[in-house]
């Protein structure tokens, strides 16, 4: 009996020490939080200073790792246009690159003899300059989806750079380009 009655023991013991060291880390984790409120409340103005700097430094930066990753900063060393683009343009659209990067409602699109229109809304055009890519090295491909068509242009012949978007505005891209349109493969 006497066994039984020392593992109980040990057993609470365990256990305050257990609840011992979750409330020390619970009470430094408070005290941090309550050192940062006491100093927003004591110094509001370096909160209101700080924190715009804060918000806009953390939109450029997702706004450069989305360009890297999905492969617009790749194509603006190539691709990068500087002049007015004169053709059929489609605003607020949305397309999808490489890696998953979305570009949902935001992209400007469109054709004209030269090549194929790309530009980003103004708020996301950090690191995503206008692009005007040529019909010569762009490959068009569509694949049906679970639920829609896609049209999956690849850009640039070394750089192989995906831009998918949906076959309804595909079309209209393409019924725009006329004979400029590139082969479509299989």
């Known amino acids: 009996m006497g066994d039984g009655i020392d ?23 408070r005290l941090t939080s309550m050192n940062l409120q006491r100093l927003i409340d004591q110094h509001p103005s370096v909160f209101v200073a700080i924190f715009p700097i804060y918000f806009f430094t953390l939109w450029l930066l997702v706004g450069a790792i989305i360009s890297v990753i999905g492969g617009w900063f790749s194509l603006a060393k190539v691709y990068r246009t500087r002049v007015e683009f004169n053709g059929a343009k489609w605003r607020m659209q949305s397309g999808q ?6 570009y949902n409602n ?3 699109i469109g ?9 980003s809304m103004f708020l996301f055009r950090f690191m ?41 505005l595909g079309a209209k891209l393409r019924e725009s380009a006329g004979n400029c349109w590139p082969v479509e493969e299989t």
């Open 7 to 29: 593992a109980l023991l040990q057993t609470e013991c365990h256990r305050k020490a257990a609840d011992y060291s979750f409330a020390n880390t619970s009470y430094s984790t």
């Open 111 to 119: 054709v004209s003899q030269q090549g194929l229109y790309l530009a």
């Open 128 to 168: 995503h300059p206008p692009l005007l890519v040529p019909w010569s090295e762009i490959k068009v491909r569509r694949k049906k989806g679970w639920v829609f068509e896609y049209v999956t242009f690849t850009m640039g012949h070394e750089l192989a750079i995906p831009l998918r978007i949906r076959g309804t």
């Open 97 to 102: 690159m490489r890696c998953l990067a979305n």
């Open 106 to 108: 935001v992209l400007t």
